[in-house]
Nanobody, 115 residues
Framework: QVQLVESGGGLVQPGESLRLSCAASGFAFSRSAMTWVRQAPGKALEMVAT????????AYADAVKGRFTVSRDNAKNTLYLQMNNLEIEDTAVYHC????????RGPGTQVTVSP
């Protein structure tokens, strides 16, 4: 079955960086478009970044454009999210998922940005 495990979250100050990882198994990762989504307390799930199966096409939410970079290593079945210049508003639980099955996302990793 699909297994997705996120890691790399933590507590940082505004302006700092984090790199999230998502280890995938149980499906054809190299043939799957993937996405990072996040959910802040009391807010709806928000799509942050998407990447095609071969990594040739990327898309970002306006709120993170220019600060976040999504990438993948198909040889390692791993998805990444490099987050630079973090803002307080980026505080959320970050999940990875297949783009076509966001409901089957991983448990997530907490990112907290606080002065």
């Amino acid at each position: 079955q699909v297994q997705l495990v996120e890691s790399g979250g933590g507590l940082v100050q505004p302006g700092e960086s984090l790199r999230l990882s998502c280890a995938a198994s149980g499906f054809a990762f190299s043939r799957s478009a993937m996405t990072w989504v996040r959910q802040a307390p009391g807010k709806a799930l928000e799509m942050v970044a998407t990447i095609t199966a071969d990594g040739s096409s990327l898309a970002y939410a306006d709120a993170v454009k220019g600060r976040f970079t999504v990438s993948r290593d198909n040889a390692k079945n791993t998805l990444y999210l490099q987050m630079n210049n973090l803002e307080i508003e980026d505080t959320a639980v970050y999940h990875c998922a297949k783009l076509t099955a966001v409901s089957t996302r991983g448990p997530g990793t907490q990112v907290t940005v606080s002065p």
